[in-house]
Nanobody
Framework: QLQLVESGGGLVQPGESLRLSCAAS????????IGWFRQAPGKEREGVSC???????SKYADSVKGRFTISRDDNMMVSLQMNSLKPEDTGVYYC?????????????????????WGQGTRVTVSS
């Protein structure tokens, strides 16, 4: 069974950091671009960052540029390092896999491109 499992969420204060992990089960991530998305209460799911299957390129939403970093740890795990967290970063964070051999991940608003989704991990940034 092909699964993605997110971990690393939690409650932090503004300015602190978290590292989210996306682990694959039942398949490897070698041929998949990976995206991170988030959904705040009452809002639509939005793209945060994505990385190509090779790791050679990545994209970030304007709201997280310079604060978040996506990386491929190995062929089974992708991480999202989140620094200088803000209350507006609060939400449920999902990772997703897109069968994509291009050297560029799909647009951050192209949720339909992603084939597999995790169940999400909650991030709360509050003082």
């Amino acid at each position: 069974q092909l699964q993605l499992v997110e971990s690393g969420g939690g409650l932090v204060q503004p300015g602190e950091s978290l590292r989210l992990s996306c682990a694959a089960s039942g398949f490897t991530l070698d041929y998949y671009a990976i995206g991170w998305f988030r959904q705040a209460p009452g809002k639509e799911r939005e793209g945060v960052s994505c990385i190509s299957h090779s790791g050679s390129s990545s994209k970030y939403a304007d709201s997280v540029k310079g604060r978040f970093t996506i990386s491929r740890d190995d062929n089974m795990m992708v991480s999202l390092q989140m620094n200088s967290l803000k209350p507006e970063d609060t939400g449920v964070y999902y990772c997703a896999a897109d069968w994509n051999f291009l050297e560029s991940c799909a647009g951050l608003d192209d949720l339909a491109s992603y084939d597999y989704w995790g169940q999400g991990t909650r991030v709360t940034v509050s003082s």
